[in-house]
């Protein structure tokens, strides 16, 4: 009889001592001291309560009273018109407690407005402060065709204006062999080996253009970024499509 009352006296006792425990006691103890500051709070005595949560905050080890305190000190700068302080409260518990909400049937719109700015903030710091990777680039076939065409046509245009040159060369030739005492004639050779030296100085000029750039665009690497990606612009995340 004696063997099966020991191991329930044992047991009771474990439960004393857990129940009375120092940390449980103090436990305890700052939960009654949060009732006490919820209840100033609902008395209007603002001040009171915001000094009280402040000293109490460090203190509490219960995740669920740590979330009601944040709460009622931003609550009670809010209502203390001290709005920069009661955003900060408010950022520090989102941080602390990402799904943080509060019911805004249930506050003053001053309060319910603070609130959605500092959670509105809070986003934004994220996605500024959030690493941006730089947009990749992707090499993409060549366009060969225009490349091509310029240097046809500078080829095409060294050629003519070698004709040039030489019908130039032609007709001044004939210009300074004619001994015929014929002023007419004369002058439509040197006009014709003039105009033939003209034309053949533009084509050339054509082909000392088209041919360089041909060569260029070939030898060139086309770069283009990803087509489709994603960066920041004034804080705020933009798609960005490349075509």
Not at 28 to 35: G, H
Not at 82 to 104: V, W
Not at 145 to 150: A, E, G, I, K
Not at 198 to 212: D, E, K, M
């Amino acid at each position: 009889m004696t063997s099966h009352r020991l191991p329930l006296f044992t047991f009771a006792l474990a439960i004393l001592a857990g129940t009375f425990s120092p940390a449980r006691a103090e436990e305890a103890k700052d939960r009654e001291r949060l009732k006490a500051a919820l209840g100033w709070y609902e008395d209007g005595l603002y001040q009171k309560t915001a000094d009280s949560l402040t000293a109490l905050l460090p203190q509490l080890s219960d995740l669920d009273d740590e979330l009601q305190s944040y709460k009622y000190l931003g609550f009670s700068y809010a209502m203390l018109n001290r709005i920069d302080t009661a955003k900060g409260i408010f950022k520090t518990a989102l941080q602390k407690f990402p799904s943080m909400s509060i019911d805004t049937l249930e506050v003053p719109p001053n309060i319910a407005l603070v609130f959605k700015q500092a959670r509105l903030e809070k986003k934004l710091e994220a996605i500024a402060s959030a690493p941006v990777r730089p947009v990749p680039a992707i090499a993409r076939k060549k366009n060969t065709v225009l490349p091509s065409v310029l240097l046809a046509g500078g080829v095409a245009g060294l050629g003519v204006g070698a004709y040039f040159f030489y019908s130039g060369y032609q007709s001044y030739s004939s210009y300074r062999s004619f001994s015929k005492p014929d002023q007419g004639r004369l002058d439509a050779y040197y006009s014709m080996s003039r105009n033939y030296f003209i034309a053949g100085a533009a084509c050339s000029c054509v082909a000392a253009v088209l041919v360089p750039v041909s060569i260029y665009l070939f030898a060139r690497k086309e770069i283009r970024p990803a087509p489709l990606s994603v960066s920041l612009v004034n804080g705020s995340p933009r798609l960005m499509f490349s075509f």
